[in-house]
Structure formats: structure tokens, C-alpha cells
């Protein structure tokens, strides 16, 4: 049974359990009843939802006398005078109601029933309604993360360690108190490829990691990372972090799992945004409320593509407004957990059971984004607009011809006024009810641009409508009808068309409501049960927003500038622990995505402060913050193992060493392209789809989505731009603990198992980038010596010359492959299918066998 007949069944079945009829209502009581001492004391047993001092019943505020008669979206909770049509009383005894109050534990009796009727009956009197509401003071708050941030002076050191910036005297200061001391620093060619891989998730080449050798001036190590923070692989590389924790995706989730052609938009701005160091704060508007920036451009517009990263269902029968609901759930969870590294998901159903965060906070920070609507946007890469200018009229002409030529102009106003009747009074047809339900779920609009006279629409509204007419007319015409129209044959002419002419890209946007959507508390957190109204609003426990005017109510935009506020304790915290976690495996605080107080404390509160207001200090510049952190010498230190440290501090939580780190999985691939030279370094653009092993599209909902699988340069771009299918994803990167991207995740976990090995070995990828390897060892070093090459080759993927041992290893394994392959017949040829001029086949085949291992080494997939 699908979700949403679960769903349907499951909203009905109260109405079957609760059906007294009104003659069955307890009758009310004949004495007079006084509230404090009849009626109060029997909802204080049942309070469901009690916020200091106001008491709720399913979202009814009973407390006062005014809140009580305002009641919730179905209307006031109590009628004085009237009690057989007041909502509490149908709730209390299961009227009319999906659910009766109490939901569990002894529901009120006949007799108290009848006491609150009477109650009402009498005029529902409190005796001391009109004095002024109290609330209670706000509860102390202790925790250390929403503490207001200290601004501490790095501590004076005494010790021979190198420091090199405030950091290491944090960390050596904690060392000492420890008794303990930092590790040496690592060798240049570690730190070579080390701060590459930070930076950049691409290995160096022989050639950098030989100039930061040969460079003996001072600085030289800082003139290496400004060269890497200047590269525009620097932005992919950070990105691939950021679209974890936004659950970037090109594909909408659940059952159809549709993909969202449009979706790259988001990343190349995410890429562009990161590589011109644009200011976090600025990077945060724009991506929550850049569509209510004073004339937004359209790279501002774009931005906010942030917000329609969430699942998309799009299965038939589901209720649409439950699911934008749950889509702006999602929104406010990621929202709380990427920038402020709260758990404030936990109270959408109930109070927070550990953090000061009430459900009524909840809602209200729910109403910032309540009140958006989804649209598309054209927003052009360079070159494009003037391209789409000259030719648009073209193609708009060629297009309409086509349309008539088939048809579809006649035919389409007559299927309009039946799609709007049949929306408008359903129930007369089934076939023509699925259209309109289709209509609302398949074309991002259509529900509403249908509505809108065919002259008045713009043009994409009026394609979204009629390319939705020509797919799913089939649901209202016979099989041979559509067959007649040959409209098959229409829409694969219109795609061919629309590829021909010159396009501009278009992003997924949001824009704000013109009129603002009314926000209530959802009781326990169902999408249908509405309780009482609350305005926009921030956790009442953290600081106010103080940009407004007097009454006026906060929007989108205040909650982001809010959010990267000075006084906002949090964010800035939030943002350099999780950089920080980037370059030691853990954070400062090891929960990333949870400062509240059942995450952990942090190991160096004191650096942690620092860092978060030394970001603020540099405008907010991430590229200054990372070169803050591979400039310390704490970065800089060896990463290998020490005995006295094992016992002492096995997660080196004190930073006593580097960390080695298993790279994430997007790195892994493209390290394995770079080394091979096989790597296409285009930046940014749209999703590409490199084959992917037989049988993986038919693990899809009834095998439901294409994979082109083109070869040519397009399969050779980075890992993370590869499709992401959220049923299905890429299989080399979710068995190396890629993403799933389906909710927000600060971190990845790192897993080691056998099929990880299988992968480096056997993938195609990875026997490509082998025999790759291979090809750049005997072309690019003319010797026939074997140290020569083998020399070469460990540059190339491991930016270091090989030991004794393993020169001696590798040799012997070098002599065994020849002559197997010399006894095998035609075996090279399976190692090294391609003949090149100059190179012998069992040669490159016995080369292949060797850069397969370099290539599975864990050394090889471990940033050191």
C-alpha cells in the first residue's frame, strides 16, 4: 500500500472511531459549575502541550479567556452560551473530530464532560480573566554554545614548539597542561600533498610538489597555498562539503525519483560563490532570502536554489499540501542544523526533551519560510544571453509551427476549460481527475498557469501547459487517438528542436508570497491538525532580532541576517568547527551537527572562540580561515602514530599529531583521474553521467530513469559532478560512504571494507586510470630503466619516491607479470586493449599490473 493511502486510511479511521452524533453528547450538568475549581483542574491532568505558563489541548490555548475564544484554524474553542457547537467540547468527547482528546490515558467521563458543558452553557466565566497575562521568566540558560562568544588572547607559551599563529598556542597551551608535546612537522612531500588535498581534493603534480622543493626562500610553503587557494578547484572542493549539508541533488527523491534537469544552477553558483570568497554572511542571505534583496540579480535569485534541494513527491493521489508541508520541515531542520547546529527538527512535534527550544519556537521559525513559492528563473552563464537573444524569435516561430502543424493549437483550449471544470468539481470523471491531479504534481505550476488566460501567460508558463497537454493527453484520449495525433513523434521533434537553438539556463528559485501565509503550531506535528496562530519569530533562548522596526514583522531576510548576526552565538562556531573538522577528521566539537546540550563539549573552547571571531574580523572570509588553519604549525605536524599517545589520547582530541584521513569518495575518483592524466578539469556546468555498471537503473522504482551513460571527455569531470540519482546513486561513491543527500549530514563516516579493495582493483574506472598510469610511465619517461619509471609513477600518485623495499617488491612483481603475460596468449591484449606507436603491449600490460596497486594502496586513498 502506497504512503499516501496509508496516509488517506489512517486520516479517516478516527472518524469511525469518534461518531457520536450531537444527540449523544453528555448532557451538561444542572448545578452551576465554577471554572477554577470544577473545570481547570480537570485540564491541568490533561495538558498535552503546556509552554510555561499558557495551557494547551491539541493546539486550543485554555489559559485565558481571549485566547480560548480566538482558538485555532477551525475556529474558536469555545462558544460561551453554546457548548454543543463549541470545538472543545467536540474534542473532548470525539465529535466530529479526527481524534478525541485525551489521545492516550483515561479519557473525561460523561459526568465531567457534562461539567465543562455546563461551564459553557453558563457563559464560560474565569474569575480573574481580565487581569494582564504574566509570562514567566525565561529559564536561566547555562549551556556553553549559546553563551555570547568571549574574545580570549591566545596564552603565553613556554616551549621550544614552532608557532607559527595564534592557533598553536591554543593547542601547545593544552599540550602542556597535559603534559605532553607536538609532533615534529611532517616532510615537505607529505605537506605537499597534504594541503593539495585539503584544498583543492586533487592531488599535486610531480611538477608542483618539485618547485615547493626546490623553493628554499622563506614563505615558500605560504606562497603554496596561496597558489592553491587561488585555483578554481579550491570552490569544487569546498562545495562538495557544503552540498552534503544542503542535500544537494539532481533528482527529486520518493517513488518517481523525477530529475531536475535545472538543479546544476545551484552548484555552479555554490562553486563560483566559494572560489571569489564571497563573504559567508553574504553567502547566507543570499542563499535563505536572496529573492528579497533589494533587485535581486539573477546569480542572487539562483542562490536561493538552497531551498528547493528538499524531496519532491510527485506520486499520484498524494495530498500537495502535506507534502509542501513536509518540504518546509525539511527546510527549517536544515536551516537549524547547517547554521546553527541545532536539533531544532526535535520540537516540531513536541517541546525539545533536552534544548530550551518550545514547540511554539519551532513554528515560529517555521513561518519565515511558510510564506515562499518555487519558481524558475533565467539566470545565464557568460555568453549565453546574447546567443539566446539572436535566436530566440527563431525558435519561438519554428516552435509554434510544429504545434500546429499537429494540432495541438486546436485541440489545447477546448482541454483547458475540461482540466479547469473537472479541477473545480471533481469527482464526475476519474480520467479527467487524474489530469488535474497530474497536472499539479508533473509540471512545477501548471495547477496555477492554466488558470491564467492563455494571452496573459509569459511564455514558460504557457510551454509548462501546453508540454504538459502533449505528455499527458493519453490520460483523457484513447491509446490509438494519441497514436493518430502522433504526438510521440511531436515531442521528440520539440526536444530536438528546443537542443538546436541556443538556450539560457534557468535556476530553481523561490520568490516571496504577496500575501504572507498564516503560521500555526501543528499539533504533534501533523500537517492537518492546526493549533494556535504564531508570528515569524527566532528561539525565544537565543538573542532577539533587532533590525526591525517597531510592529513591524520579521521576513526571510531579517532571519538571515539574524543568523549572521555578531551578537549570534552560534553561527560562526558552527562554521569554523565544521572547516575545522575538514582538516583533523573531527571538529573541535566532535557533534558537528549538534552544539546543543546533548552534543559534545568542545576540546579547546577557548581556540574555538577565537577562530569564530577571527572569521567575523576578516569579513567573513572562509579563504582566510583556511589559510589560518594550514599555516599553524599544528597542521603542519606528522601524522604518524605515537606509542605514549595511543593510551593517553587515541582520538587525538589534543592535537598532538596530524590525523591520517581516508579521502571522501568524490576525492578517491578523481585522485585516480589526475594521477592518470586521464582527469577533464572543466568547472562547474551541468550533471554528467559516466557508465555505470549493468542492471543498477533497474534498482529504480519499476526501473524508472534513464542513465546515458556517454563516453567522451564528460566522463573524465570530477565526482562531484556526476548525476546524483537519490534512489539510485553513483555505486562507486556510495561504497566509499558518499552522501546520500536526502537529509543534511556535517560528516561523512568512513567505513574500510572488502568491496572498497574489490573497487580500487576491478571497477572499469579504476582499470582505465591504470592502464592510464601505465601509458604516462612509458611515454612520458623515455628509459627503459625500471627505477626510472618506478620512481616516476610514485611521484605521481604518491608525491614520493619509493623505499628500498618497496622497489625491490614491486621489481619482483614487475618480472613475474612479464612472464606470465608472455606465457599467456593474448592476455596483454585484456590488460591494455589500445596498440600505441612506440610502446610494447606486454610492457604497458605489466605496467598496468603495477599502477593497480599503487592505485589500491591505502596510502594512495589517505590523505597523510
Known sequence: MSRARIAAVAAVLPIFTFSLTAQELPPAAERTVDFQSDVQPLFEQRCYACHGSAMQISGLRLDRKS??????????????????ESRLVHMIAGYRVKAAMPPGGPALTPEEIGLVRAWIDQGAEWSADDEPEVAEAPEEITHWAWQPRSVPEPPEVNSDAEVRNPIDQFVLARLSEEGLEPSPAADRETLARRVSLDLTGLPPTPQQVAQFEADQRPGAYGRLVERLLASEHYGEKWATHWLDQVRYADSDGYEKDDPRPRAWRYRHWVIEALNRDQPFDQFTVEQIAGDLLPFPTPEQLTATGFHRNTLKNREGGVNKEQFRFEENVDRVNTIGTVWLGMTIGCA??????????????????????????????????????????????????????????????????????????????????????????????????????????????????????????????????????????????????????????????????????????????HVRGQWDREGIEVAPDVPAFLPAITTLEQGAQPTRLDLARWIVAPENPLTARVIVNRIWQEYFGVGLVSTSDDFGTQGEKPSHPRLLDWLAQDFIDSGWSLKHLHRRIVDSATYRQSSNSRPELDERDPDNRLLARQQRIRLPAEFIRDSALRVSGLLNPEVGGKSVYPPIPDGVTSLSYAGGFSWPGKRGPDQYRRGLYIHFQRTVPYPFLMTFDGSERS???????????????LNLLNDPVFMETAQGLATRVLTEIPTDEFDTRLDYAYRLALARKPSQTERARLADYYRDQMRLLDETEDSAEGWYPTALEGVDRTEAAAWTGVSRLLLNLDEFITRE
Open 67 to 84: 485566547a480560548a475564544m480566538k482558538g485555532g484554524h477551525s475556529g474558536p474553542a469555545i462558544l460561551p452560551g453554546d457548548s454543543a
Open 743 to 757: 537529509v543534511t549530514e556535517c560528516s561523512r563516516e568512513r567505513s574500510n571494507t572488502p568491496l572498497q579493495a
Open 348 to 521: 516540531q512535534c513536541h517541546d525539545h526533551k533536552y534544548d530550551p527550544v518550545k514547540q511554539e519556537d519551532y513554528y515560529r521559525f517555521f513561518g519565515f519560510v511558510n510564506s515562499m513559492d518555487e519558481q524558475y528563473v533565467h539566470a545565464p552563464l557568460p555568453g549565453e544571453r546574447g546567443a539566446w537573444l539572436q535566436t530566440h524569435e527563431a525558435y519561438r516561430r519554428a516552435r509554434e509551427e510544429l504545434l500546429c502543424e499537429y494540432g495541438v493549437t486546436d485541440l489545447q483550449p477546448e482541454w483547458e476549460k475540461k482540466v479547469i471544470y473537472h479541477g473545480k468539481n471533481p469527482g464526475l470523471d476519474t480520467a479527467w481527475d487524474v489530469n488535474w491531479d497530474t497536472l499539479a504534481k508533473m509540471s512545477d505550476g501548471g495547477e496555477y498557469f492554466i488558470l491564467i488566460p492563455a494571452e496573459q501567460r509569459t511564455e514558460r508558463q504557457a510551454d509548462v501547459v501546453t508540454d504538459y497537454f502533449i505528455r499527458f493527453y493519453t490520460q483523457v484520449v484513447s491509446r490509438d487517438r494519441y497514436k493518430q495525433l502522433g504526438w510521440s513523434e511531436l515531442r521528440s521533434k520539440l526536444a530536438k528542436l528546443r537542443a538546436r537553438f541556443p538556450q539560457m539556463s534557468e535556476a530553481r528559485a523561490v520568490k516571496a508570497l504577496d500575501e504572507p501565509r498564516t503560521t500555526h503550531i
